[in-house]
């Protein structure tokens, strides 16, 4: 679908930016809309002059949010009397920044992206202990290996906790699954490190160390081959996460 003529257009509407820079409020209503499916890829946006006038804001601040909306690959910008601000389709390549948006303006709160990634992290672990090679369990054991050794270590620990999840992911070998861990995984140890901010050295270390056991016990289901113990593995290792953060 084209929004082409003025009655279509007209059919989206802003609110007036009136708080923050306004070209950030621009951005964050469009992207919401494209985010909802009010706005489709193939959708061409109200002329610049248009949104300036919905958003009560200059020319200027519409330019600079349709500049970002371009940049994070959500909108494609033609000059000309033919061109205009085009929707385009939300790979996951994409999403991992708007994703960021959408938390840090609520849209999307703490609860809902932990609860997402337990679902992946089952997905991953249970594909992953039916399917992984060698190969798989030396790159899992690699990680662990690595996040054992920096457990001491605050500020290295988490990349190795990261990596634990890529690597569990890969072994599932579905592509999905590990796209979107890539993406979610990186949102919850954000979210995880604001929430051990007032820790002492020694509560980190701890938290370091649960984890690491957490993530050694599903390992040791994936070797097993066990779909079932790498779930209750899983269940373990999101209640420990959501005390952590709660």
Sequence with gaps: MILTNESQRSKILFQPATTMRASEVIYDQIYLKIASGDLRPGDTLPSERELAEQFHRSRPSVREALRMLQQDGLLKISLGSAGGAVVQSISLKTVEEPLKKLVEIGAINLDE?????????????????????????????????????????????????????????????????????????????????????????????????????????????????????????????????????S
């Design 113 to 245: 992206l932990v609860e997402y990634r337990n679902i992946n992290d089952h997905t991953c672990a249970r594909l992953a202990s039916l399917r992984r090679t060698d190969e798989d369990i030396r790159a899992i054991q690699a990680t662990l290996d690595a996040a054992e050794a920096s457990i001491c270590t605050p500020n290295s620990f988490e990349k190795y906790d990261i990596a634990f999840h890529t690597a569990l992911a890969k072994a599932s070998h579905n592509a999905l699954a590990l796209l979107i861990n890539d993406v979610i995984v990186g949102l919850n140890t954000d979210a995880f490190l604001q929430s051990i901010q007032g820790c002492s050295v020694e509560e980190h270390q701890r938290i370091n160390r649960e984890i690491f056991e957490s993530h050694s016990a599903i390992l040791r289901a994936v070797i097993k081959g066990d779909p079932d113990e790498a779930d209750r593995c899983v269940d373990e290792m999101v209640r420990l996460f959501r005390g952590y953060i």
